[in-house]
């Protein structure tokens, strides 16, 4: 049975706790410096941006994954991404984590590090190193909401979630938060996002992971740009005492779920607190000829300019939507395709339906709902999710100056 | 010597006819019927969209060019794209073309048909067939701007450029005109083009046509989408009485830079008239590894929105072209990148300079201005053009309703 709670977070599970404060790296004087720690060392798997201009702090955490994937605690700042700062920057990524290390009384290796914000200034590290002890004695069981609050930037609301999982061995424990804003702003910067859980792992998690990390915060690169800092991490300190592999495999698999619901969730919170977003939609993909198919054409349609300002205009505009599948890449044949606005069916083997447009207009006018593109290809799906395109967008990302 | 003229056209070059009336296809009543026709069969080359959603004129050209290189006229109506019409789609686009065939007196193949409009409605054919015999009528060497007006959906300037070369074998004309709206947009649909020239070409210039799309029209692909219309065409009608093989291999390079430079002015026609387009910018990509991949990056910052709400904001916010560049998956290396906003140098390998704000606040407020990404990390280079993401860009395409 899972059971998810919406005041739960990144200190639900066992054996973690978080903090917030501030360091006066944000110009606002809001929280900036966020710490979350693991009472022991915890199996860790990191995703990151595939974009080629890496900040330093995803460089540094590659580098110290590549050593060893046992970590006890990450840092992160928000106000700075430390994306574009040369050597520098690499020497402020490493010595934060020393900083860190040092007051944990951790070892090398045992901290990774995260930055967001604005990009192309030196990293105020003197400020970090003065805050470090204030969020260390700030650590709490009960600090998922301070934690989330630190890492926020251009969020309008805090991205947190827990959930317990109760199975024949006990309960498990799973908790996340998440920072980002919809479309993703490499100058205010940047997804990050934080999972954390008390089973114990295998190793071997680590190609699912990725596929989670795909199903979900992937499923919402909505504007196509990859931020210089983006970054998935997920901790499992096997402080509930249960290992995976004592789980049988029905309740396997029911981890395996709940785990993927709440990075779900996570993803979807920041779709919902889209720049200028007014609403959300599912573009979901069927009968494609393969997943990375499903995908591509999904994310495309996502990401198509004309699709999100007629979502914006409550159009139901079935045409955008065909013409920006058509030019997706994926196989595709406009013959074959079916289209619906959740179940009112619009287009069969490519040909326009007389449709009901009361029902239409119903559909498209509601906060949130799901387009469905059946290709009649294949047998794979995928689901993508957007926002819609709104004059707000335009002001928030036009006004915004470096 | 070139001489570019504003108020030349398609029927710039000698032995060419154009035409335009209202055939009560568009719902405004406007001019919704062109007709193109060249005195002698002209060599003619196509390209077309490479949308996986092909409408029906587009794939029934395709079929008549893999049957004929000799084309005489081309008939376009506005106002309705007769695409995902299904099989009356394809009967619709042979009818006009046996139409215009017949009222030319020419033989079968004779004719390309294009349509541009609204997606998912059938083609009103017998309206097309009342018309044609008016449009034929209509035909005269002063037809340029006629032409141009009628292919127009919604666009708010014609877009028509004729130049004269001369040559030792005396003078060689060039004509075009355009449609589309800066965003391709797919429900009045389309990026129509037609090149005309009085030169004999020979076949083999097929390869050079398409390069020459590539560095004019596909250029300004800018939001991503290509829609179910689009096509280019060239038709070269050798009236002149001058043959390219004639020409000096000094003119010959003259010739296509010539017949470049028509395309581009045209394409870049289109950016200024971009729905809600403020501005337009080149994005140029120098030292690249491949002109494939300096077009794949340039093309990836001309359709990031974040980028184009900063150039409608006046921003010289560097950091997201950067961070946009470095997710179009071109090869990029961050700390070799330099970049600049006209003259003005922002990033030297990787790393922001002390900038005059001042300046750069003056390029970004031009109308028109350059910014170029120089990679070094080879010898290859492109431009890309993309025009400004403004309030009103959302509102044309929010109000617009199906």
Redesign the interface.
């Known amino acids: 049975m899972l059971e998810m709670q919406l005041n739960g977070g990144v200190c639900t599970p066992k054996g973690f706790r978080g903090a917030g404060v501030k360091a006066g790296i944000k110009a606002s004087g809001n929280h900036d410096l966020a710490l979350l720690a693991s009472d022991v060392p915890a199996r860790c798997f990191g995703v990151f941006?595939?974009?080629?201009?890496?900040a330093a702090p995803v460089l540094y955490d590659q580098e110290v994954l590549s050593r060893s994937d046992r970590i006890s605690a990450v840092l992160v700042n928000s106000g700075n991404a430390n994306?574009?700062?040369?050597p520098d920057g690499w020497a402020d990524a490493k010595r934060m984590a020393q900083v860190a290390e040092s007051a944990l009384g951790l070892g090398k290796d045992s901290v990774l590090v995260c930055s967001t914000g604005?990009?192309?200034?030196k990293l105020p590290i003197e400020k970090i190193e003065v805050a470090v002890p204030a969020v260390h004695e700030a650590l709490s069981h009960e600090g998922s909401e301070a934690f989330a609050r630190a890492i926020m930037t251009t969020d309008t609301k805090m991205k947190t979630l827990g959930a317990v999982l109760t199975t024949s061995e006990g309960e498990i424990r799973i908790g996340g938060a998440c920072k980002g804003s919809g479309?993703?702003?490499?100058?205010m910067a940047t997804m990050l996002a934080y999972i954390t859980t008390d089973i114990e792992l295998p190793p071997t998690f680590r190609p699912e992971f990725k596929a989670w990390v795909n199903e979900s915060f992937n499923a919402i690169s909505v504007?196509?740009?990859?931020?210089?800092n983006d970054t998935c991490i997920l901790l499992a300190n096997g402080a509930s005492g249960i290992s995976y592999h004592n789980l049988s495999l029905s309740e396997q698999g029911e981890f395996r779920r709940a785990i993927e619901s709440v990075m779900l969730e996570l993803a979807l919170m920041i779709v919902r607190d889209g720049e200028g977003a007014t609403r959300m939609v599912e573009i979901r993909v069927e009968k494609a000829t393969s997943k990375d198919d499903a995908r591509k054409i999904g994310r495309?349609v996502c990401?198509?300019?004309?699709v999100k300002?007629?979502m914006?205009?409550q159009?139901?505009?079935?045409?955008?939507i065909?013409?920006?599948?058509?030019?997706a890449g994926g196989?595709?044949?406009?013959?074959r395709?079916d289209l619906f606005f959740e179940d009112v069916q619009v287009?069969r083997?490519?040909?326009?339906l007389d449709v009901d447009y009361t029902r239409l207009r119903e559909v498209v006018a509601r906060k949130e709902y799901r387009i469905t593109l059946v290709l009649n290809m294949g047998d794979s799906s995928a689901s993508s999710y957007t926002c819609d395109?709104?004059?707000d967008?335009?002001?928030i990302?036009?006004?915004?100056?470096?």
Chains 1, 2 share one sequence.
């Open positions: 941006t595939l974009n080629q201009v890496k994306a574009c700062t040369g604005i990009i192309g200034r479309m993703i702003h490499p100058n504007d196509g740009d990859m931020s210089t495309f990401t198509s300019n004309l300002t007629a914006f205009g159009d139901p505009n079935w045409g955008r065909l013409s920006s599948a058509g030019s196989e595709l044949i406009a013959d395709t287009l083997g490519g040909r326009p395109l709104s004059y967008y335009v002001k990302n036009a006004e915004y100056t470096t």
